[in-house]
Structures are given as structure tokens and as C-alpha cells.
């Protein structure tokens, strides 16, 4: 039998090693991780529980090419919070974005067959030089470099949601080869609801936030509802939905919403004499230009009270010169007359987001995972574990050996298996009709 082998770097919890592997082995291949690279101490739980070693290495920039063993395929899934809308977008200017000079080291050096590289969609318009570029600079350089090292480069974002699981979840893959571009394009389209992935009959939760929501809400109304104060939308409660932090009028909660609406319009920005932000704080004069009760300023007042509202100074916008480049922030203007906002964001309470079982899951990510909760019986709990890997595409004999925040920090920053099989199917058969059948090397 064919041997393949290959080296996983930035290995998380081996999504892309185990999609690989599957697709080159159901292909009549044997495979063999010659070499993976992974520092986060509960990934390497997980690694190390799941998958045989014979040469783990931390650190990828302390490792010599002339350390690294021959192999044919190289897989990574680099670091993406230098491309992700989730962090601060300095791409390679970013420590964890030269990451890829890594990727691109080791291929000039080891030459192989080919690779599977991942990362957030982000990426792809990451450093426009134009709005109406097709790709941004980070990206062209990465297909540029790989290209000029003789491999035939394809790229493509795919989601999660076309390949049989339930989570609508976008990455871009970059794929190579010595000799053929391999098409990302035609898949067969798969779908599949959460209703297939979620377990049944567990234990659920009994706070008095849970119990809030369901005293206002049938279990049924509450599918796919996310609980955040600074956006609306049908799909959308509010903290003051539910009273949660203490009763409030018809009136007050009239006020509220228009509040809430009001306070993201550009022309408050004008009078404040700021640079617009999504979601200001409004005076009483300008309240009262679309909320004139007489008792506005005692319910307001209330509101503050009882935390739904701040009472606070408009930000005005500030750009400082770092070695990075330009940072901008908020900072809060004194000089400015103070006004009522809204206080809580998307991470203020202990659930975020209901899933509904005849929809997909949004993209999870690690910040958020440990809010979702699931409907269970007449009653919200927690996602488990093993909901969690399944919504990624991993089998069932696959352990998460650590903590259950810990699995949700993995799990958020994961691949989606599915993809990668799907992809690794079709290197499989270039590199059987490359090297196999036409004897290019000794079989």
C-alpha cells in the first residue's frame, strides 16, 4: 500500500489531519503524520489523546528545516486573528500573520507533493488596495509566493453549511500541487439541520435568567432568539424583554425601544459635534424630540437606576501613531453634555443565543460558545461536548479530554471536517494519478 505522508502545523485539535486522512485512506493510501506542531497545552491533551505520535514539535519558528522529516503533504491552519474581523487586522504586520513565511519556508526547502492551508474568510479581502479588488494584498502574496515556489495554487471560501453540517460556517482554503490545480468548485451540496446533531433529555438550566426567558417566552418562541441589548431585529430580546434587571412601565418600555432605535442615527453625531458611532448617547432635549411624555426624565432616570440605561458623556473618536501603524479608539469627551444610552452588549449575559433545531448553528467561535444554549424538552441547557464536535463533522470516537471551556476554546477555532474531506478527496486522486498510476515513483 501507497504511504503518504504528511506534516500538520498549527494542528489544534487535528481537523485537518483527521479530514486528510480519512479521504487518503478511504482513496487505498496509508498515512503517516511525520511531524505536528501545535503550543496551546489543551490542544495537545486533545492531540495526544486522539492521535499516535512519533515526532511533536512546539514552536514551528524554532524548528530548522534540516529537523523537519520528508513528506508530501503539508497542512495548516495558521493563525487567523491577523486577518479576522474578531481582532485588530494588521495581517503581516501582526507577529501571528508572518506565520505564513513559515508555511512558505518549509515548502521551498521540503519541495512536497502538495498542501491544504485554512484560514478565516477575512483573509481574502484582507489589505484591499481598491474597494472593488476581487482579493486584498495579504492574499495576493500568499498565491503569489506559493506560485513562484512551482505549485499550481487554488483557493476558495467554502462553508460549512454545503458539506452536511449544520453550522454556517465560511473559511477560505488554499490548495496546491507540483503538477495540477485542483478545482474547489462543484461539490455535491449537502445540508443537514441541528435536529440531527443534538442529544436529548439532559439535564437543563435553572437560573433566574433561564427562568426569565421562559416566564416571557414558550420554548417554541424562543428558537433562534439572541438575547443582546444593541441590536434589534424580530430574532432579537432585549435585557428589558424580560425585566431582567427589574420591573418596568408600558411606557417605559415603549421608551426603550425608540431609544434604542434613535440613539444609532448619523445626525445625533452632527449636533454632538463627534464622528458617528453605532449607538450614542442621547440628551434629554434631543430625547424629547421623538419622546415627549412629561414624565420623560423620571423614566429615564429609573432606567438608570435600575441598569437598563447609562448616563454618560459622548466619545469622540481618537487616532494615535504606534509602531504598528495608526490606532484608533473611543474616548470619552467631557467637554460634550452627557446623555442616555444603552448599557449591555452581546457578552453581558449569561445566554446569547438559542439554537433552533430545524435551522443551523452561526459561525461559532470561542468567545461565544460557552452562551449558546439548546432546547431540550420544555426546558434550555448548555451544548455539550460532543454537540460541539459534531457540528464540526468529527466522529464519535473522537474526546475532547479537558475542561468543557477549554473544549469550547478549541472547538471555536477549529475546521470543519467535512470541508476538509471533501477537499482532500480530490488531492487524493491527483496525487494517485500523479505518482501511482503513472509510476512516476516506485510504488
Not at 479581502?125 to 509566493?145: A, F, M, S, Y
Not at 417566552?217 to 427589574?246: C, V
Not at 469627551?333 to 433552533?356: C, M, Q, R, T
Amino acid at each position: 500500500m501507497q504511504e503518504v505522508r504528511f506534516i500538520d502545523l498549527f494542528a489544534g485539535i487535528g481537523g485537518l489531519r483527521l479530514g486528510f486522512e480519512q479521504s487518503f485512506q478511504r482513496a487505498g493510501f496509508q498515512t503517516n503524520c511525520v511531524m505536528t506542531s501545535e503550543i496551546k497545552p489543551h490542544a495537545l491533551k486533545a492531540l495526544h489523546h486522539n492521535f499516535g505520535h512519533d515526532y511533536f514539535v512546539g514552536d514551528i519558528t524554532k524548528v530548522k528545516n534540516e529537523d523537519i522529516p520528508d513528506f508530501d503533504f503539508l497542512l495548516g491552519g495558521f493563525p487567523c486573528q491577523a486577518f479576522s474581523a474578531a481582532g485588530k487586522r494588521l495581517g503581516f504586520v501582526d507577529t501571528r500573520g508572518t506565520l505564513f513565511f513559515e508555511i512558505e519556508r518549509i515548502i521551498a526547502d521540503k519541495k512536497p507533493y502538495g498542501f491544504i492551508l485554512e484560514n478565516v474568510e477575512g483573509l481574502v479581502k484582507h489589505d484591499l488596495e481598491n474597494p472593488k479588488d476581487p482579493i486584498g494584498r495579504t492574499l495576493r502574496v500568499i498565491i503569489e509566493n506559493l506560485t513562484a515556489l512551482g505549485y499550481q495554487v487554488s483557493w476558495r471560501v467554502l462553508n460549512a453549511e454545503d458539506f452536511g453540517l449544520p453550522q454556517a460556517r465560511k473559511r477560505v482554503f488554499i490548495v496546491g500541487t507540483l503538477d495540477e490545480t485542483v478545482s474547489l468548485k462543484g461539490f455535491e451540496r449537502k445540508s443537514a439541520k441541528l435536529n440531527a446533531i443534538f442529544e436529548k433529555g439532559l439535564p437543563t438550566l435553572n437560573t433566574k435568567f433561564v427562568n426569565l426567558l421562559l416566564n416571557h417566552f414558550s420554548i417554541q418562541e424562543l428558537y433562534g432568539k439572541s438575547i443582546k441589548d444593541k441590536r434589534g431585529g424580530d430574532n432579537n430580546i432585549h435585557s428589558w424583554d424580560i425585566e431582567l434587571k427589574g420591573s418596568i412601565s408600558k411606557e417605559q418600555l415603549l421608551l426603550l425601544n425608540q431609544l434604542f432605535k434613535e440613539r444609532r442615527k448619523k445626525k445625533w453625531a452632527s449636533e454632538h459635534g463627534i464622528k458617528w458611532m453605532d449607538g450614542m448617547p442621547l440628551t434629554l432635549a434631543q430625547i424629547k424630540t421623538f419622546y415627549d411624555a412629561p414624565n420623560v426624565e423620571e423614566m429615564l432616570d429609573d432606567l438608570v437606576k435600575k441598569g437598563y440605561l447609562k448616563f454618560e458623556h459622548p466619545k469622540s473618536l481618537v487616532e494615535e501613531m504606534t509602531l504598528l501603524g495608526t490606532k484608533q479608539y473611543r474616548l470619552e469627551n467631557k467637554s460634550l453634555k452627557p446623555g442616555y444610552n444603552i448599557v449591555a452588549g452581546k457578552l453581558s449575559f449569561e445566554v446569547n443565543k438559542i439554537l433552533d433545531p430545524n435551522d443551523v448553528a452561526p459561525t461559532l467561535v470561542a468567545t461565544d460558545m460557552a452562551r449558546l444554549v439548546v432546547p431540550d424538552g420544555n426546558g434550555l441547557r448548555r451544548m455539550t461536548t460532543r454537540e460541539g464536535l459534531r457540528l464540526f463533522g468529527y466522529p464519535e470516537w473522537f474526546e475532547l479530554p479537558v475542561k468543557t471551556d477549554e473544549a469550547f476554546d478549541l472547538l471555536g477555532n477549529t475546521v470543519a471536517v467535512s470541508v476538509v474531506e471533501a477537499i482532500a478527496e480530490r488531492l487524493a486522486a491527483c496525487y494517485e494519478n500523479a505518482y501511482v498510476t503513472s509510476s512516476a515513483i516506485p510504488v
